[in-house]
């Protein structure tokens, strides 16, 4: 599974860690990423999405028809 957000499309961010003695590696911060099962009363299926926390909290407040066709919108398969 990609740590990437279907709904707001968040990615992982990449940097350096600074260690004490000031050697720099490379790192990288993932998104909390979640698989979450919704039901699409219009088309009487379940769909499974990739999301991160903020896009779960986003469905919560918008709903997840309104969702799905902002995905649709863009392109992506659902």
């Known amino acids: 599974m990609s740590a990437h957000c279907q709904v707001t499309g968040r ?13 720099r590696s490379n790192r990288r911060w ?9 039901v699409l009363p219009s088309e009487g299926r379940r769909i499974t999405l990739t999301l991160s926390t903020k896009g779960i909290k986003t469905i919560d407040r918008d709903g997840i028809e309104s969702v799905v066709a902002r995905i649709r919108a863009r392109g992506e398969k659902v």
Do not use: C
Request: hydrophobic content about 20%; overall charge positive.
């Open 11 to 23: 990615v992982p961010g990449f940097g350096k860690s600074v260690s004490h003695s000031h050697k």
């Open 30 to 38: 993932n998104p909390n990423i979640q698989r979450k099962t919704y």
